[in-house]
């Protein structure tokens, strides 16, 4: 972060007609902002959600809810604004960018991005999820996502993903990163019982014990375990990190992501934001291990970005009371210390 | 509750594309608006927070980091559109409302409401904060407020309020009203050192000690102990409820004002938000008492309705989803029972 920016912020927060802190996160939101962006007094206009779709191989082993068709059909319903993220997007006036970076289906249309690295990944539990190399392109999916927004002016971005079987691949991420049991980061996805849990859980101590990633090598453990839109957002994050842009994470696929980011180049994280907390368990442990602190704990289990997006009006705030409060001496008002 | 209309939101719920529960306290939120305007899908157009300002006599005992001086700076800070407040609602497309119900000072502004009751309130550590026939003009202010907003069309309302000195008269409000130790609910408002802390607490002490209280009389706690914003406030989420129009509720003051008001009328309870979780020690409890779950953490305590107008968004979120998301049919997306 530019500490600059940071020193002028700080000293612009203790200027304004408010006891100092009572702004609590808002004030540190601001001034973390400030040094992201290298300006003193942020504003962000253009914001965007990135949503990567991709179908999961691990799927054949049942450890999800719905159907794989899934994928496809909410891909479409993205596209024709029907979903929850059309929803939350237009109320933060952040346009929507989907991404088909490798759904098992024939997907076309004016608005979707269509970048399949493949047609959904392997099945984790019997061979590699992907190549080193299909891990590489589908990065570069995300970072060229990135630049191409970053050109048009782009302020804030959010990740988003959608992807029947993708908690699995996450957990299975996680514990790998974080060196835990497999039991600690597996919750429900999108509403499993206790007998497929238990089967879930058992699905991906297989992935992990048969793959054996090397936790040391961020990229072969992403290769074996993640997802194709995984891989996709860890580019959105390197990249945004990169031009200076702040990414607001969702939920536990997003944070997922975030990990491996962050293992790859750990400065990335001082440009994150942790949306909020998802139900998902292992997004608290994520989170507590790249020390972010959700800004909505709203009990969301959805993914899509719908998180990230709706966190978006608290960044909102904590700019807009930077920027437009009055300083005591600008409005008259006694400070503590006068 | 209308129970018609809250079952009918349920149901429109679990029709649309995403899986059960998923959205969390967004799909709750909105089935509780549904029952609060009796409409299944309901809109939030017009919205306003009130903020209420006045004195408090007790600042004679140095319970403050502030002078009292700082009311009346305030409310023309709010007036001239510069406070933390504005900014935020700005954002959220809320009017604000700035009414003087009690400030020792003479204020003129063509945007203030003046409804002095009287120029602050008395030293309760010596006498009574108030008169019965004054709290009862302050409710009457706070619900002649709501009725003339309501008249123009009014659908979100959130609580705000300004008065050195009034986290004081709350502490003493929430003791009585909860039966728990001074010390526990009695924080440092504007930022006080340990020593005036406990010098706060003994303030507290012997303002319920002196006054002697009938905590089973609302009305009697609220006049000896109370604050003339805050009996406005309580005014203003009688009015709202009975005019079906939900309420969100700002930090520590206005939840006192909350309990009051529910003391009064309990249902009235099922007709508000809690905005967010405020530093000040005492609120956490006033919110469990009321079953009340707050709908940010942001480590604010600045008052005026900023933790509540920025909550306003997570209300829209919530009827944004609710009213423009896709059913499954409507997507021809594959639900997960199909």
Redesign the interface.
């Known amino acids: 972060l530019d500490s600059g920016s940071v020193e002028q912020a700080r000293a612009r927060q203790s200027q ?11 004030e540190e939101i601001a001034v973390q902002m400030a040094g992201i962006t290298r300006s003193v007094v942020p504003v962000v206009q253009r914001r965007a959600v990135v949503v990567m779709a991709a179908d999961h191989g691990v799927t054949a082993e049942g450890v999800s ?3 794989k ?2 994928t496809p ?2 891909v ?2 993205f596209l ?1 604004g ?3 993220i ?3 997007a ?2 933060a006036q952040s346009d929507v960018t989907v991404v088909d970076i490798g759904v098992a289906a024939d997907l076309e249309h004016p608005n979707l991005l269509s970048r399949k690295v493949r047609r959904g990944t392997a099945n984790m539990a019997r061979e590699a999820a992907m190549s080193q190399a299909e891990v590489l392109q589908a990065i570069n999916v995300g970072v060229e996502v990135i630049e191409n927004l970053a050109e048009q002016g782009l302020d804030l971005v959010a990740t988003g993903e959608m992807g029947i079987g993708n908690t699995t691949a996450a957990s299975a991420l996680t514990a790998c990163f974080l060196d835990v049991p497999v039991e600690y980061v597996t919750g429900r996805g ?2 499993i019982d206790d007998q497929q849990l238990a089967h879930k859980v058992r699905i991906v101590e297989q992935a992990i014990t048969h793959n054996a990633p090397d936790a040391a090598q961020p990229l072969d453990v992403l290769a074996k375990l993640g997802g194709l839109e995984i891989a996709g957002l860890v580019g959105v994050i390197l990249a945004a990190a990169a031009r200076h842009i702040p990414s607001i994470i969702d939920g536990f696929i997003s944070s997922a992501a975030a990990l491996v980011a962050c293992a790859l180049a750990p400065t990335v994280r001082d440009y994150l934001f942790a949306g909020h907390l998802s ?1 998902e368990r292992g997004h608290r442990l994520i989170l507590e291990k790249l020390h972010l602190e959700p ?8 993914g899509e970005g ?1 998180g990230a997006v ?1 966190a978006m ?2 960044i ?2 904590a700019l ?2 930077h ?4 300083t005591f001496a ?5 400070n ?1 210390n006068a």
Not at 16 to 26: A, E, F, I, Q, V
Not at 295 to 302: G, S
Not at 330 to 334: C, K, L, M, Q
């Open positions: 304004l007609t408010k006891p100092p802190g009572s702004l609590g996160r808002l809810a719905y159907p068709d899934v059909q909410m479409l319903n024709s029907g979903a929850a059309n929803a939350l237009r109320q999108t509403g139900v800004l909505l704990n709203l009990q969301l289990r959805l719908t709706l009006h608290i909102e705030g807009r009371t920027q437009e409060m009055a600008e409005a008259g008002v006694s503590k």
